[in-house]
T-cell receptor
Framework: DQQVKQNSPSLSVQEGRISILNCDYT??????FLWYKKYPAEGPTFLIS?????DKNEDGRFTVFLNKSAKHLSLHIVPSQPGDSAVYFC?????????????FGRGTSLIVHP | KAGVTQTPRYLIKTRGQQVTLSCSPI?????VSWYQQTPGQGLQFLFE???????NKGNFPGRFSGRQFSNSRSEMNVSTLELGDSALYLC?????????????FGSGTQLSVL
């Protein structure tokens, strides 16, 4: 039972255009949402996050939008660059045992063509 | 500051054997989590340790165990290896595990079970 779903396994975009990566979740108790980027042979690295009390967070070329009523979030990358080509994981966390444990989606592989 | 260090990077074992993976977190980080990544399942949470105590556990069989030492270093053990245990095992650390606190991942240990 997937609580965090990334329904697009892959996405191909032209350099300079916008990349939109989507993520859906089922648990309305999730408090925080995070995006991670992963290059081959490396561990994931944190990209951007958003609290459930907000609907938008920006950091440079990266913007995350949260639609709580639809249980949907998206990551926008503008403009896309070839170096953005990686696997992107959406994660959502809720308090458990004194900590917040992220549940990850299966990832979307983004390819940005020069 | 040194990042999260995982050893070894690669490991080949045969069915029925056991294996121990090691993780050194970022200095000052007290929370260490372990994840299993497989192509079809994404990142699956194994367990989290904080101050030498297991604080959370994912949905994995008892063959998977771990521990954390007083210096926050952590080890993960898998006994009676099965072919399906072949995966990338990722360790991640963070200060305490609160709120939207991001995870810092190591590069992982690629385990192949033959």
């Amino acid at each position: 039972d997937q609580q965090v779903k990334q329904n697009s396994p892959s996405l191909s975009v032209q350099e300079g255009r916008i990349s939109i990566l989507n993520c859906d979740y089922t648990n309305s108790m999730f408090d925080y949402f995070l995006w991670y980027k992963k290059y081959p042979a490396e561990g994931p690295t944190f990209l951007i996050s958003i609290s459930s009390i907000k609907d938008k967070n920006e950091d440079g070329r990266f913007t995350v939008f949260l639609n709580k009523s639809a249980k949907h979030l998206s990551l926008h990358i503008v403009p896309s660059q070839p170096g953005d080509s990686a696997v992107y994981f959406c994660a959502a966390s809720v308090a458990s045992g004194g900590s917040y444990i992220p549940t990850f989606g299966r990832g979307t592989s983004l390819i940005v063509h020069p | 500051k040194a990042g999260v260090t995982q050893t070894p990077r690669y490991l080949i074992k045969t069915r029925g054997q056991q294996v121990t993976l090691s993780c050194s977190p970022i200095s000052g980080h007290r929370s260490v989590s372990w994840y299993q990544q497989t192509p079809g399942q994404g990142l699956q949470f194994l367990f989290e340790y904080f101050s030498e105590t297991q604080r959370n556990k994912g949905n994995f069989p008892g063959r998977f165990s771990g521990r954390q030492f007083s210096n926050s270093r952590s080890e993960m053990n898998v006994s009676t290896l099965e072919l399906g245990d072949s995966a990338l095992y990722l360790c991640a650390s963070r200060l305490t595990g609160g709120g939207g606190e991001k995870l810092f991942f190591g590069s992982g240990t690629q385990l192949s079970v033959l």
